[in-house]
Nanobody, 125 residues
């Protein structure tokens, strides 16, 4: 069992930055790929970014490529999402998730087993 908790959300003006953190429990954190997803009101949950178990591979949605950076610190059981040049359309609840079955990383939310409760990010124009 893996417990995942996000933090770092908040209100920011367009063009600003935020860094989300995701702390995961368990001694086997380094075996999991980790991903960030987001869901805006009335919309489907969408993929944002993912990172392999080692951090050697990263994946991004086209909408955030060049603005967001995912990273991980396996010694701290933590994954980060650095979000720069934020836009109002980035406003969503952001979720962190862990994938046991696909440690190399995956875009598909169905491949993730453990999910956090989410953290709200609001970007004002």
């Amino acid at each position: 069992q893996v417990h995942v908790v996000e933090s770092g959300g908040g209100l920011v003006q367009a063009g600003g930055s935020l860094r989300l953190s995701c702390a995961a429990s368990g001694r086997t954190f380094s075996r999991y790929a980790m991903g960030w997803f987001r869901q805006a009101p009335g919309k489907e949950r969408e993929f944002v970014a993912a990172i392999s178990w080692s951090g050697g591979s990263t994946y991004y949605a086209d909408s955030v490529k060049g603005r967001f950076t995912i990273s991980r610190d396996n010694a701290k059981n933590t994954v980060y999402l650095q979000m720069n040049s934020l836009k109002p359309e980035d406003t969503s609840v952001y979720y962190c998730a862990a994938s046991i079955r696909f440690p190399g990383g995956t875009y598909d939310s169905g491949d993730y087993t453990y999910w956090g409760q989410g953290t709200q990010v609001t970007v004002s124009s």
